[in-house]
């Protein structure tokens, strides 16, 4: 257990040194913001690129890791969606909760706890992450969410906007830069490389500081049972969908499967309680992350113990 604690507790450490810098007013909300815009469309990007600028395209697609990965989050996103409407909550809300119990923290905690576990391999699972999360989850989220809030009128314009915000998308951009040098065996020059090496690595640390900052101010009052179902699903039912998914669809890769659980075993995304606010829902998303964060410290560990040969 001691071993378990080595490996996690820096990540916590750096989380709780990010809500102390805000709580004692060193970094205020929009410095925190542009800690996190720096880590969304700069270091991530160079990451992702590096992953596959750095091996052959089949060694980077694996079709059963996103098969598996989609199959697991979206049904969790189906009972998410049933359990909130059963707690009366409304449809927009519905939809946030479903995407908090099913889209994870990839970029932010996920990535940064599976290198320390597997190593090199776990920019791979954070680019196929990125393509499930990033297709898939959120602009389904979105688009039930919009649809709800126009009462059933804007779901062909949430659509059409969230294709553009997709196309736009320095992740989903920096994924088909490094699909093209990784296919067409594109050599870097070596100061490009290194400049992008040098980003990679940033990108870990500044973006669990960047989590603890954006969790300064949240509060959990009187919200007991969303929490409840949003927290429990994210960090319990998530993690055990994916194990039952990559039966399913198993990995050849025992390290890439193990980075799969793991990556469904953090908190949600770290711009949860922004979505959030377009819908009127910030309370609720930033009193979930500050609770799946904290609960984290213990569910992580015992996901990390259950894996151990």
């Given at each position: 257990m001691s071993e378990l604690l080595t490996l996690t507790l820096p990540l916590f450490v750096l989380i709780a040194l990010g809500f102390a810098?805000?709580?004692?007013?060193?970094?205020?909300?929009?410095?925190?913001?542009t800690l996190g815009r720096f880590v969304l469309y700069v270091a991530l990007p160079a990451l992702i690129v590096r992953a596959f600028a750095q091996r052959a395209l089949t060694d980077v697609f694996e079709p059963h890791y996103v098969a598996a990965l989609a199959l697991a989050s979206l049904a969790v996103f189906a009972l998410g969606w049933a359990g909130a409407r059963l707690l009366r909550l409304p449809r927009e809300a519905a939809a946030l909760a479903a995407l908090g119990m099913s889209c994870s923290n990839t970029g932010y905690i996920g990535y940064p706890l599976a290198v320390l576990?597997?190593?090199?391999?776990?920019?791979?699972?954070?680019?196929?992450?990125?393509?499930?999360?990033?297709l898939?989850?959120?602009?389904?989220?979105?688009?039930l969410a919009e649809s709800a809030a126009?009462?059933?009128?804007?779901?062909?314009?949430?659509?059409?906007?969230?294709?553009?915000?997709?196309?736009?998308?320095?992740?989903?951009?920096?994924?088909?830069?490094?699909?093209?040098?990784?296919?067409?065996?594109?050599?870097?020059?070596?100061?490009?490389?290194?400049?992008?090496?040098?980003?990679?690595v940033a990108s870990a640390p500044v973006a669990l500081f960047a989590v603890g900052g954006m969790l300064h101010g949240s509060s959990v009052r009187g919200l007991a049972a969303p929490l409840a179902l949003i927290v429990g699903g994210k960090l319990l039912l998530h993690p055990l969908a994916v194990v039952l998914a990559l039966r399913v669809f198993p990995v050849a890769d025992r390290t890439l499967a193990t980075a799969a659980v793991l990556m469904a075993a953090v908190p949600m995304i770290?711009?949860?309680?922004?979505?959030?606010?377009?819908?009127?829902?910030?309370?609720?998303?930033?009193?979930?992350?500050l609770t799946a964060v904290l609960a984290s410290v213990l569910t992580i560990n015992a996901v990390l113990l259950l894996l151990r040969p």
């Open positions: 810098a805000a709580r004692g007013g060193l970094f205020d909300d929009a410095q925190v913001q576990v597997i190593g090199p391999g776990a920019a791979v699972a954070l680019a196929l992450n990125m393509l499930v999360e990033n898939l989850v959120i602009p389904l989220a979105l688009v126009s009462r059933g009128q804007g779901w062909r314009r949430a659509l059409r906007e969230t294709g553009q915000r997709l196309l736009r998308s320095p992740l989903i951009l920096s994924i088909v830069a490094g699909v093209l040098i990784s296919g067409l065996r594109l050599p870097l020059p070596a100061p490009l490389m290194r400049a992008i090496d040098l980003l990679a770290a711009i949860y309680p922004v979505l959030g606010q377009r819908y009127g829902q910030q309370r609720l998303c930033a009193a979930a992350l």
